[in-house]
T-cell receptor
Framework: AQKITQTQPGMFVQEKEAVTLDCTYDTSDPSYGLFWYKQPSSGEMIFLIYQGSYDQQNATEGRYSLNFQKARKSANLVISASQLGDSAMYFCAMRDGAGYSTLTFGKGTMLLVSP | NAGVTQTPKFQVLKTGQSMTLQCAQDMNHNSMYWYRQDPGMGLRLIYYSASEGTTDKGEVPNGYNVSRLNKREFSLRLESAAPSQTSVYFC??????????????FGPGTRLTVL
């Protein structure tokens, strides 16, 4: 069974607008962590933001925030005030008790920011 | 700090050839990982090493071997390369398993083509 689902293969947004990238997950473990990574065209994987299952507040890192809805098992990434440099592939990933040390990745969403 | 480094950056092999991908980290992390990335598939875990002296299979270990040479270095070996192993290979590292966040930090990747 797929543990991480990213249903949007591609998204388009205009510069300075906000955009939400969807991620749903599946786990029966009460302790888990959710991560978002950015992969620009240069290929490197850049860590953006982390949300723990027991965290009371939604995570924020600068223009990135994570809309964590535990009951719906969703962990959407919100990018505010998009910039041209945000154009990249974005991956959602999860670590849960079953894979204590390892991450399971979704298939990614390609974001294109236009001027 | 260089973070996670990988060599080589690019490699072309013929079917049946062998090679070793090298990875080193200077962040004093205990855990290290090897992933492969194929178009439309996200990242899939090949092998990981939770700590020095241990290695475990991930989701797609067939055709690969690994060696955790010391705390810093984790190599991936293809004994007899096949065209199905054409992919981009990423090495990553993270803090001890006891850390609740355990963010993985990635190397720049190795683009491997098997003809």
């Amino acid at each position: 069974a797929q543990k991480i689902t990213q249903t949007q293969p591609g998204m388009f947004v205009q510069e300075k607008e906000a955009v939400t990238l969807d991620c749903t997950y599946d786990t029966s473990d009460p302790s888990y962590g959710l991560f978002w990574y950015k992969q620009p065209s240069s290929g490197e994987m850049i860590f953006l933001i982390y949300q723990g299952s027991y965290d009371q507040q939604n995570a924020t890192e600068g223009r990135y925030s994570l809309n964590f809805q535990k009951a719906r098992k969703s962990a959407n990434l919100v990018i505010s005030a998009s910039q041209l440099g945000d154009s990249a592939m974005y991956f959602c990933a999860m670590r849960d008790g079953a894979g204590y040390s390892t991450l399971t990745f979704g298939k990614g969403t390609m974001l294109l920011v236009s001027p | 700090n260089a973070g996670v480094t990988q060599t080589p950056k690019f490699q072309v092999l013929k079917t049946g050839q062998s090679m070793t991908l090298q990875c080193a980290q200077d962040m004093n992390h205990n855990s290290m990982y090897w992933y492969r990335q194929d178009p439309g598939m996200g990242l899939r875990l090949i092998y990981y090493s939770a700590s020095e002296g241990t290695t475990d299979k991930g989701e797609v270990p067939n055709g690969y071997n690994v060696s955790r040479l010391n705390k810093r270095e984790f190599s991936l070996r293809l004994e007899s390369a096949a065209p199905s192993q054409t992919s981009v290979y990423f090495c990553a590292s993270s803090e001890s398993n006891r850390s609740p966040k355990r963010t993985q930090y990635f190397g720049p990747g190795t683009r491997l083509t098997v003809l």
